[in-house]
């Protein structure tokens, strides 16, 4: 009896056994190449396809390498950059990509771990050549977003080898390393006190300007009312020759005898003809 037990155990093990080596399963977030002694028999559920599920293999003789069929992330260890500037930034990076054609990329790189080794290689050497060809001050701000997309179309053209298609590739972060950021930071100091310098300058050249053409104006808007009052002054004159002698008089009396004046010369004389007689012009 206890014979007959094992060799019924055993068979259910050996059942069991040949099973879990003749079916498997390719969930849907997953594509599968199949492999005989090491050459490839079929790709499964591939990029692009629908084909998830319950799939059989010869047991024992043939093996499945599955390989993620979602975007996968990476991040590229912190690089020091030099700008064509020469100054030196410490770049941090990430990229996302998919694996579009699993059959180059098992040939290429076997396991997904070795691909993401050989991606990022290629990341760091896009970063140096297409950063290290602009100054640091683009890369921290001005063009940012454009290198991002010419290191992503640059990336994406090497990685095809791979069987790889890039989906993204940022920089995170972009920072001067420390021995050279305060004089880095100095220097972009003095050039915005430059700037304001120099608009202060242009400021007060058109206060100069401003102040200059106003006066202008204002002297042209008096000579001209001072013509305009004399015209005026002489139509008055011409009508009334009196009343001319009148009014010249006693201007001169204001000019001559201001508040609080003291007379030392008897009121005799012509000029102080008015005072003496309102008539005097009628001589």
Same mark, same amino acid.
């Given at each position: $009896?206890?014979?007959?037990?094992?060799?019924?155990?055993?068979?259910?093990?050996?059942?069991?056994?040949?099973?879990?080596?003749?079916?498997?399963?390719?969930? !849907?977030?997953? !594509?599968?190449?199949?492999? !005989?002694?090491?050459?490839?028999?079929?790709?499964?559920?591939?990029?692009?396809?629908?084909? @998830? /599920?319950?799939?059989?293999? *010869?047991? %024992?003789?043939?093996? +499945?390498? %599955? %390989?993620?069929?979602?975007?996968?992330?990476?991040?590229?260890?912190?690089?020091?950059?030099?700008?064509? &500037?020469?100054?030196? #930034?410490?770049?941090?990076?990430?990229?996302?990509?998919?694996?579009?054609?699993?059959?180059?990329?098992?040939?290429?790189?076997?396991?997904?771990?070795?691909?993401?080794?050989?991606?990022?290689?290629?990341?760091?050497?896009? #970063?140096?050549?297409?950063?290290?060809?602009?100054?640091? &001050?683009? =890369?921290?701000?001005?063009?940012?977003?454009?290198?991002?997309?010419? =290191?992503?179309?640059? $990336?994406?053209?090497?990685?095809?080898? #791979? /069987?790889?298609? =890039?989906? &993204?590739?940022?920089?995170?972060?972009?920072?001067?390393?420390?021995?050279?950021?305060?004089?880095?930071?100095?220097?972009?100091?003095?050039?915005?006190?430059?700037?304001?310098?120099? =608009?202060?300058?242009?400021?007060?050249?058109?206060?100069?300007?401003?102040? *200059?053409?106003? !006066?202008?104006?204002?002297?042209?808007?008096?000579?001209?009312?001072?013509?305009?009052?004399?015209?005026?002054?002489?139509?008055? %004159?011409?009508? &009334?020759?009196?009343?001319? /002698?009148?009014?010249?008089? $006693?201007?001169?009396?204001?000019?001559? #005898?201001? @508040?609080?004046?003291? $007379? +030392?010369?008897?009121?005799?004389?012509?000029?102080?003809?008015?005072?003496?007689?309102?008539?005097?012009?009628?001589?």
């Amino acid at each position: $009896m206890n014979r007959t037990v094992m060799l019924t155990l055993g068979a259910v093990f050996l059942g069991l056994v040949l099973l879990s080596n003749t079916f498997f399963v390719v969930p !849907q977030t997953k !594509q599968a190449i199949v492999l !005989q002694f090491g050459q490839v028999q079929s790709v499964i559920n591939k990029y692009g396809a629908d084909r @998830a /599920g319950l799939y059989m293999k *010869a047991p %024992f003789v043939q093996n +499945v390498v %599955f %390989f993620d069929k979602r975007n996968i992330g990476f991040t590229l260890p912190e690089q020091q950059i030099i700008g064509a &500037d020469q100054e030196r #930034l410490l770049v941090d990076a990430f990229a996302r990509y998919v694996i579009v054609d699993p059959l180059r990329f098992y040939q290429q790189a076997t396991f997904e771990q070795r691909g993401e080794q050989r991606l990022a290689t290629i990341l760091e050497s896009v #970063l140096r050549q297409t950063l290290g060809s602009v100054r640091t &001050d683009e =890369i921290i701000s001005t063009r940012r977003a454009e290198l991002m997309t010419t =290191i992503a179309k640059q $990336m994406h053209r090497e990685a095809q080898s #791979l /069987g790889v298609q =890039i989906i &993204d590739v940022r920089i995170r972060q972009a920072d001067f390393v420390p021995q050279v950021q305060e004089r880095v930071f100095e220097r972009m100091r003095t050039e915005r006190q430059q700037v304001a310098a120099r =608009i202060r300058a242009e400021g007060e050249r058109k206060k100069v300007v401003i102040i *200059a053409e106003a !006066q202008e104006k204002a002297q042209k808007t008096k000579g001209e009312g001072d013509a305009r009052r004399a015209e005026l002054y002489a139509n008055s %004159f011409g009508r &009334d020759a009196e009343f001319a /002698g009148f009014y010249r008089s $006693m201007q001169a009396y204001e000019k001559a #005898l201001p @508040a609080g004046t003291q $007379m +030392v010369v008897p009121p005799e004389g012509e000029f102080f003809r008015y005072l003496k007689n309102k008539d005097a012009g009628k001589r």
